[in-house]
C-alpha cells in the first residue's frame, strides 16, 4: 500500500527538523521532494508549505 500523500508530508516534516538543524542542504532536499510530490498529487497546501519553506531557506542562506 502506498500513500503518496503521507510520504509528501514526512518530507516536509523531515525539511522541518533539518532546518531546525541549520542543516538547509538536507532540509532542501527534503522539501523538493515533499513539493514533487505534492505537485503530482495536486495537493495545494503542502504545495505552498513547501514553497514557503524552500524560500525561508533561501532567505536563511543568504543572511550567513
Request: net charge negative; proline share 0%.
Amino acid at each position: 500500500l502506498q500513500d503518496k500523500k503521507g510520504e509528501a508530508w514526512a518530507h516536509h516534516n523531515l525539511g522541518r527538523v533539518y532546518m531546525n538543524l541549520s542543516n538547509y542542504e538536507e532540509a532542501s532536499k527534503h522539501y523538493e521532494e515533499a513539493l514533487f510530490l505534492a505537485e503530482e498529487l495536486g495537493e495545494e497546501e503542502l504545495t505552498v508549505c513547501s514553497k514557503d519553506a524552500l524560500s525561508e531557506i533561501k532567505g536563511m542562506e543568504k543572511s550567513i
